[in-house]
């Protein structure tokens, strides 16, 4: 059994920063995270053991300390200034390609544009989007697009961590919806995003199985598994080596690994030992051997 591991994945800058910048934080004084600063598991437990508490971005009451942290998947300018009016120390952690998406969605409507914004309704990133625009609309497949209202400039962005091809998709189909309006979309899908679904489009093509690490609410570590399903190759997401069975790896000889933007380096690592064990313990067992060859053969 061959295991590849995908040429872009795992943590991107933004994360790392994110992270790097809340550590400081909460070791300099009392913090509290107004939501999950990553989508990832175990960067919670990792905040947890530096004493960072929870709270809630919609929730003035959820922080008792004076400091407070934005998520990397960022927030609304309104929320932003509550939090400080309410006089706490706001450190904002979010990603940078994240700001340049609520750069884009201001331009577009101080230019007159009714703002479109393609992603998921109710993620945070999303949330933090529109949050300063009430009359954006959120779309995220063609049944959604009824929404879109008439008006002669739309102007779209996306959540930075869909797919190219899906915006794509949807932008082209408002076009042909609103043959009239002048339609502007402004690609703010980030390039780390990009990247690790090219990456996907490589072990797809060399690849029988596919592994993917990742938070199970992460955005970009769900389109890196739906990729790969919609592929038809057998796919499973893990957030952790433990979670790997030997026997999904019955018929498998090559098998693809990739990471999302949230995943640890070293769940990378331990998910590699780990596969690096099965592989081996695959090989020194003849009986198995045997039948993976009959059924390859068959
Ligand atoms: S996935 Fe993209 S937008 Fe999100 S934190 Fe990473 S670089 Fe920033």
């Known amino acids: 059994m061959n295991i590849i591991l995908a040429q872009h ?15 400081t934080a909460a070791q300099r004084a009392p913090l509290t995270i107004l939501g999950q600063l990553v989508h ?9 053991t530096l004493g960072a508490l929870r709270g809630d971005l919609d929730d003035l009451n959820s922080a008792t300390t004076q ?3 934005i998520t990397a998947h960022g927030a609304s300018d309104r ?6 009016s309410a006089g706490h120390t706001v450190i904002d952690t979010t990603c940078p390609l994240v700001k340049k998406a609520h750069h884009a969605l ?19 990133e999303v949330r933090g989007l529109i949050g300063d625009f009430p009359s954006a609309v959120v779309v995220l497949e063609e049944a959604d697009l009824d929404r879109v209202p008439s ?18 998709r949807l932008v082209d189909a408002i076009k042909r919806r609103h043959r009239s309006s ?16 090219t990456a996907m489009d490589d072990l797809l093509r060399d690849c029988d199985h596919i592994i993917v690490i990742g938070g199970r609410n992460s955005n970009n570590t769900r389109q890196l598994v739906q990729k790969a399903s919609a592929h038809g190759l057998p796919t499973i997401q893990i957030e952790h080596a433990d979670e790997l069975d030997p026997a999904w790896f019955g018929k498998a000889r090559n098998v693809g690994v990739t990471a999302g933007t949230s995943t ?6 331990a998910v590699m030992q780990r596969l690096r064990q099965i592989a081996a313990e695959l090989r020194s067992n003849p009986v198995h051997e045997f039948l993976r060859s009959m059924l390859h053969a068959a």
């Open 67 to 69: 400091q407070v942290a």
């Open 79 to 84: 929320h932003r200034q509550a939090w400080q």
């Open 182 to 197: 002048e339609v502007r979309f402004i690609d703010t899908i980030c390039h780390p995003t990009k990247q690790r679904q």
């Open 264 to 269: 640890l380096d070293e769940t990378v690592d």
């Open 40 to 48: 990832n598991p175990l960067v919670d437990r990792h905040l947890a």
């Open 151 to 168: 008006h002669p400039r739309l102007g779209i962005v996306s959540q930075t961590t869909q797919p190219v091809e899906i915006a794509l």
């Open 106 to 124: 201001a331009m577009l409507v101080n230019e007159g544009y009714q703002p479109v914004v393609i992603g998921q309704n109710q993620h945070v």
């Open 9 to 23: 994945h795992g943590m991107c800058f933004g994360v790392r920063d994110a992270l790097r910048t809340t550590h």
